[in-house]
């Protein structure tokens, strides 16, 4: 079964997100590993950005990637890497070289392309080699997707490229995402999900059969996984 803390509110659930990866985040440091950390966006993950603020954590010695970004410039308000550097890395002084955001003020085919360089760049990989990612955090829209990858994406069954640009229907916008066979090859994975309008996805994603193509989140749900899910009382009604 996949392990899922509740927690009464939005915000104590994305603390205990935060709290959980800062643990995952001081284990690899004290092995002398890479402190990597790929996080998500939308609104959900704004307490647990403000939680990293408040720590007096070695984040100079941490280095921050973006799960998937919308393609719209660093500085507009649907921009991940705006509100992640406002509530966050700024105020932590988290260093410009560990920020590793995705360029989307350029063509969403060649932001993805510099993304992936980027990747393949940091963690010195071989050429059909995929990162491992410390900890990936997730998150969860009410149709189940997860990351930018929406019911039906070809891109599902992805399991060799790292980045791609795609165009999401639903939101009628274009944006760049990681691709499953990094999310399963990452070492801990944290979902954070808030809100009554989850339900219905929280129900088919942790009770249902596995089917992703249907349920994106379920990338995260699989025996075996490693994913911890973090969830409000809201949103885990009825689990």
Known sequence: MIELRRSPDAVHAAQECARHILIRLEDALAAGAPATLAISGGSSPHPMFQYFAQQDFA????????????????????SNFKWAWNLWLGPARVPESNVHR????????????????????????????????????????????????????????????IAAALYSDPMKQWRVTLLPGVFEAARHTAVLVAG??????????????????????????REGSGAVWFADESAAAGL
Not at 59 to 78: C, L, M, N, S, T
Not at 116 to 134: D, G, K, M, S, T
Not at 196 to 221: E, I
Request: net charge negative; aromatic share 10%.
């Open 102 to 161: 995705i360029l989307t003020e350029l063509p969403p085919e060649e932001a993805a392309r510099r993304y992936v360089e980027e990747i393949r760049r940091f963690f010195a990989l071989a050429p059909a080699e995929l990162p491992r990612f410390e900890v990936v955090h997730l998150g969860m829209g009410p149709d189940a997707h997860t990351a930018s990858l929406f019911p039906g994406s070809p891109f599902i069954e992805d399991r060799t490229h």
């Open 59 to 78: 984040w100079e010695k941490v280095h921050v990637f973006w799960v998937d970004e919308r393609a719209v410039p660093p500085g507009h308000e649907q």
């Open 196 to 221: 009554a309008d989850k339900v219905p996805a929280m129900q088919a994603v942790l009770r249902g059969p596995y089917d992703p193509a249907r349920y994106p989140a379920q990338l995260a749900a």
